[in-house]
């Protein structure tokens, strides 16, 4: 069973910088195809593509938001971490980790994390 | 341009058919996922690659897509389909991913 969860500070003060960190099991991101990303939503707001990094290690963001973002990966641990700089209350909101195995039957985001929730604020 | 337009808001009666568009430039060269979002809950995939229903979604879901347009279909709507839909595509040059401004269903 494939299974992401998300953890972070869940409050973080305008200027600083927020580490997620996703943590899965079920799959590896040392397979073959295997990608995991992050997506963001503000409430009440539409989802946000962030960024992705695939099994070679390869990195893709934003291009809105790329200056602000930093993804890796640890193979060991299962986990893949998203750093975000100078955060501001724009980016309030659930940040979701999922999975996209871009050689698959399902090349799509095809399971999701919960989701967890950040608020930027003094 | 890189991106995804999608009416507001699409509203059916419980049975009725609902039917929600996506439009993109670069649609007619990149496949379509879909996703429905509940109040509180993580995205869930209802559709791929244009027209694939991942198991477990009823078969009341489909999609199609024709040119710079993709459609996902609700045949028989039912109240437990309300939700908010968003369609997902890779950008033109596959560097990233886009979500439309998402669709509201409302089944009542």
């Known amino acids: 069973q494939v299974t992401l969860r998300e953890s972070g500070p869940g409050l973080v003060k305008p200027t600083q910088t927020l580490t997620l960190t996703c943590t899965f099991s079920?799959?590896?991101?040392?397979?073959?195809?295997?990608?995991v990303a992050w997506v963001r939503q503000p409430p009440g707001k539409a989802l946000e593509w962030l960024a992705l990094?695939?099994?070679?290690?390869?990195?893709y963001y934003s291009t809105s938001l790329k200056t602000r973002l930093t993804i890796s990966k640890d193979t060991s641990k299962n986990q893949v971490v998203l750093t975000m700089i100078n955060m501001d209350s724009v980016d309030t909101g659930t940040y979701y980790c999922?999975?996209?195995?871009?050689?698959?039957?399902?090349?799509?985001?095809?399971?999701w994390g919960p989701g967890t929730n950040v608020t930027v604020s003094s | 341009s890189n991106e995804l337009t999608q009416p507001p808001s699409v509203s059916v009666s419980p049975g009725q058919t609902a039917r929600i568009a996506c439009s993109g430039d670069a649609l007619p060269k990149k496949f379509v996922d879909w996703y429905q979002v509940k109040s509180g809950q993580a995205p869930v995939l209802v559709i791929y690659e244009d027209i694939k229903r991942p198991s477990g979604i009823p078969e009341r879901f489909s999609g199609s897509s024709s040119g710079t347009m993709a459609t996902l279909t609700i045949s028989g709507a039912q109240v437990a389909d309300e939700g908010d839909y968003y369609c997902s595509s890779p950008d033109s040059d596959g560097n990233q991913w886009l979500f439309g401004g998402g669709t509201k269903l409302t089944v009542l």
């Open positions: 990094i695939d099994w070679e290690g390869d990195k």
């Open positions: 079920g799959f590896s991101l040392k397979t073959s195809g295997m990608c």
């Open positions: 999922a999975r996209r195995d871009v050689v698959a039957m399902t090349d799509a985001f095809d399971v």
